[in-house]
């Protein structure tokens, strides 16, 4: 190999002590970490904070006081005919526009988010970026174990591409749960802005509590969802460690 393609030494080696530090990493991950973290979150998950059976806990009262209602009266009473439909040019339309309130600044200062949900997004959101970090590392310890290829014998190499995807898809999934909160600040926030615009419409603050109650459901999901998925790798790759080490077996060891 060293005469088709010339490697530096000294890169050579620090490639090599990489690749044996991602092992060394990983396989303590898989007999390890993961199967602490799935108890830990396991345990997270009878945590009162995450078991509210009661929603209305959750609420958070938005602080935007109701104005009196302002009565508008017909521009156009009293004028002749001619009179106003010229007024309804110079007006720039022929109807009457409500078109809510100018909002300059909130009465009582900045809005707080909802603070019970605020600290709850704040303990989940390190555990989808741990999932995330330690199925790259087990993912590139699997991939660096992949043999060259070759023409048949390759069984083992199949087990350890299929536990690559898994990995792959687990991360995807990690990824997508931050955005699924990012998602849920962005849509309270221009919900709230509705309420700050037009503070009469009850159904503006109705939704705002309805997606607070969806989040903190969503949330007890995803700690759900990230246990099982420490439990399915830890158990895959365990099941398969063999294969996934070793995964074309010797010509010595097929003749037994």
């Given at each position: 190999?060293?005469?088709?393609?010339?490697?530096?030494?000294?890169?050579?080696?620090?490639?090599?002590?990489?690749r044996?530090?991602?092992?060394?990493?990983a396989?303590?991950?898989?007999?390890?970490?993961?199967?602490?973290?799935?108890?830990e979150?396991?345990h997270?998950?009878?945590?009162?904070?995450?078991?509210?059976?009661?929603?209305?806990?959750?609420?958070s009262?938005?602080?935007?006081?109701?104005?009196?209602?302002?009565?508008l009266?017909?521009?156009h009473?009293?004028?002749?005919?001619?009179?106003?439909?010229?007024?309804?040019?110079?007006?720039?339309?022929?109807?009457d526009?409500v078109?809510?309130?100018?909002?300059?600044?909130?009465?009582g200062?900045?809005l707080?988010?909802?603070?019970?949900?605020?600290?709850l997004i704040?303990?989940?959101?390190?555990?989808?970026?741990t999932?995330?970090e330690?199925?790259?590392?087990?993912?590139?310890?699997?991939q660096?174990?992949?043999?060259?290829?070759?023409?048949?014998?390759?069984f083992g190499?199949?087990?350890q591409?299929?536990?690559v995807?898994?990995?792959?898809?687990?991360?995807?999934?990690?990824a997508s749960?931050?955005?699924q909160?990012?998602?849920?600040?962005?849509?309270?926030a221009?919900?709230?802005s509705?309420?700050?615009?037009?503070p009469?419409v009850e159904?503006?603050?109705?939704?705002?509590t309805?997606?607070?109650?969806k989040e903190?459901?969503s949330?007890k999901i995803i700690?759900s969802?990230?246990?099982?998925?420490?439990?399915t790798l830890?158990?895959?790759?365990?099941?398969?460690?063999?294969?996934?080490k070793?995964?074309?077996s010797?010509n010595t060891d097929?003749?037994?």
């Open positions: 190999m060293s005469s088709l393609l010339k490697v530096d030494n000294e890169i050579k080696i620090k490639v090599d002590a990489f044996q530090r991602i092992t060394s990493e396989e303590e991950l898989v007999a390890s970490f993961f199967p602490k973290k799935l108890l979150l396991d997270f998950l009878k945590d009162p904070i995450i078991n509210i059976a009661d929603l209305k806990e959750i609420h009262e938005i602080n935007l006081t109701v104005p009196d209602p302002i009565v009266s017909n521009l009473d009293g004028l002749e005919p001619q009179n106003a439909k010229k007024r309804k040019l110079e007006d720039g339309g022929g109807e526009m078109t809510g309130t100018k909002v300059f600044v909130m009465p200062g900045m707080k988010s909802n603070g019970s949900l605020v600290e704040e303990k989940v959101k390190p555990e989808i970026r999932l995330i330690k199925c790259n590392t087990v993912k590139m310890w699997v660096l174990l992949i043999p060259r290829i070759e023409d048949g014998n390759n190499v199949s087990i591409e299929e536990t995807a898994e990995l792959r898809t687990v991360e995807g999934e990690a749960y931050l955005d909160t990012s998602r849920y600040y962005i849509t309270r221009k919900l709230v509705k309420i700050a615009k037009y009469h159904d503006y603050r109705r939704t705002v309805e997606i607070d109650e903190y459901i949330l700690v969802e990230l246990r099982n998925q420490y439990v830890h158990d895959m790759i365990l099941k398969n460690i063999e294969k996934i070793r995964p074309r010797s097929a003749l037994y």
